[in-house]
């Protein structure tokens, strides 16, 4: 699924509200499968979400990898990253990802995401190979 964020807000990215994201993520993890996600910024009225709303399930593993990609290294799509030497995402669960074509040790707090649950996720997607940390998601042609 992907939510754009209403015009005029702060950056999601921005130290302050990725902190509150992760604190929450962490904290209702353990706790609840669903959450809202409106709740890791306070915000107890108004809107956050602007107009843009998409979803589509995905069924195959090339579609499961493409999406990792595109979760795991969108911010270089938006930062015009093009080049250079591989780099993670800092606001992402990147650092814990185990699908790596080579093997990163991960910090040593508590991963901000839950294990994956289905067969494809946890590894089916694989057959198309591990990811490359400087593959970016590919521009709309």
Known sequence: MT???LKG???FRSQRLYAAFVQTVRLTNARYEDFLIVDAFGRERGKL???RYHRRDLKTPRQVRNALVYVLANYKKHF???HGRPQLDPCSSAAWFEGWVTHLKPPDIPPPVAAAR???LRSLW???GLIHPGEYPKLPS
Do not use: E, F, M
């Open 9 to 11: 807000l702060p950056s």
């Open 118 to 120: 289905t067969l494809l």
């Open 3 to 5: 939510l754009r964020g």
């Open 49 to 51: 979400w602007g107009d």
């Open 80 to 82: 015009r990253i093009t």
């Open 126 to 128: 694989q057959k198309h």
